[in-house]
């Protein structure tokens, strides 16, 4: 039994590829179970963010973000209803949610040196369980004792409507076609790199969400935690 079983509350790892709704799924979650949800994504995109702030590129500059990425504190605070990422003590949850962080951070996250930082990171934020952790490498790479370990996807068609809307609710006026375009890069980019690619991990359970509410995940993915909890860990069974 880990520790977090021992305490009653469990740690789960929710994968994915971007557009398909990890991060709402696993804030509901949280709040459902009073749990900490950690963005790992967004960790990246503060790295990607800060090196742009120095003029830092992925592909010349990899040892420099490296170390950049080390000296970066991370902290998760409540902002009113919201949960907000800090880095070095600032709040930089708007800045980072831009088009062009975004971009800037999967090739960001590709970085060794980047990963092995923030990996150590995420691991000593889930040590006391009670987490639930979201990213595209959690069950594989971060957090392979997960309690419960869940694969998120979605077509990529629907994944870039999610995400057209999500900028067209910030006011962010984009092209449909070019959010596609670029959904099906990243996709690329991300399955394909070399250093902890986009997969699910082999005890993950899967779940496709294209014709599913959020509220219906959220329900899906609470009963095989219950279900993960109560047979004392992961939960290989599949969907």
């Known amino acids: 039994m880990t520790e977090s079983l021992a305490k009653g509350k469990g740690v789960v790892a929710i994968d994915g590829p971007a557009g398909c709704g990890k991060s709402t799924v696993a804030q509901m979650l949280a709040r459902r179970l009073g749990y900490i949800y950690v963005d790992s994504g967004a960790m990246y995109r503060a790295v990607a963010y800060r090196a742009s702030q120095a003029g830092l590129d992925a592909e010349r500059d990899a040892q420099e973000i490296g170390n950049l990425a080390g000296e970066l504190t991370f902290e998760f605070q409540q902002v009113g209803d919201e949960q907000h990422l800090f880095g070095d003590g600032e709040d930089v949850e708007e800045v980072i949610r831009s088009v062009e962080v975004g971009n800037l951070s999967s090739p960001v996250s590709a970085i060794p040196a980047v990963r092995e930082h923030l990996v150590a990171a995420q691991r000593q934020m889930a040590a006391p369980g009670g987490v639930i952790m979201e990213g595209r490498d959690i069950g594989t790479v971060v957090l392979p004792d997960a309690d419960l370990k869940v694969f998120l996807t979605a077509t990529a068609g629907e994944r870039a409507r999610r995400r057209w809307r999500q900028l067209q609710e910030q006011g962010i006026i984009e092209d449909y076609e070019q959010v596609l375009r670029d959904q099906l890069e990243r996709d690329k980019r991300d399955s394909s790199r070399a250093v902890a690619p986009l ?32 047979r004392g860990g992961t939960d290989a069974q599949g969907t």
């Open 199 to 230: 997969r699910p991990a082999e005890d993950a359970r899967e779940l496709v969400t294209d014709e599913l509410t959020v509220q219906q995940v959220v329900d899906v993915l609470e009963s095989w935690l219950q279900d993960a909890l109560a």
